[in-house]
């Protein structure tokens, strides 16, 4: 069984405007690796494979993108691997009758 612990946090100003700094990098990191992967097309390979390519070019986009190197490498990387959980959930509520649009 998996559990999923819970810690309230009582970070301090200085903690909490580093937590959305950190936040915010990782939203704008989604949103570039989210159009980095719309434009591969489909047959490029399979949607992990896909999302692998844009995986790797995170080596890159910190040579010039400097908020990433204040990241964990596991961080950016699981930022961009939500890609395909986000996609594999969408086509799996289509599979089950739910009317969904795309991933924006």
């Not at 999923?4 to 915010?24: G, I, N, S």
């Not at 986009?61 to 990241?71: Q, Y």
């Not at 009758?97 to 991933?103: D, E, I, K, P, T």
């Amino acid at each position: 069984m998996y559990y999923a612990y819970r810690f309230r946090l009582k970070p301090t100003t200085e903690q909490r405007e580093l937590l959305d700094y950190h936040r915010d990098t990782c939203r704008q990191l989604y949103n570039h690796a989210l159009r980095e992967f719309n434009k591969i097309p489909e047959s490029e390979g399979t949607l992990n494979q896909r999302v692998r390519q844009v995986r790797d070019q995170l080596t890159d986009l910190k040579g010039w993108w400097d908020e990433l190197n204040d990241l964990y490498s596991t961080v950016t990387q699981a930022a961009v691997m939500r890609i395909e959980d986000s996609i594999t959930a969408l086509g799996e509520l289509k599979d089950k009758g739910y009317n969904v649009g795309s991933l924006n």
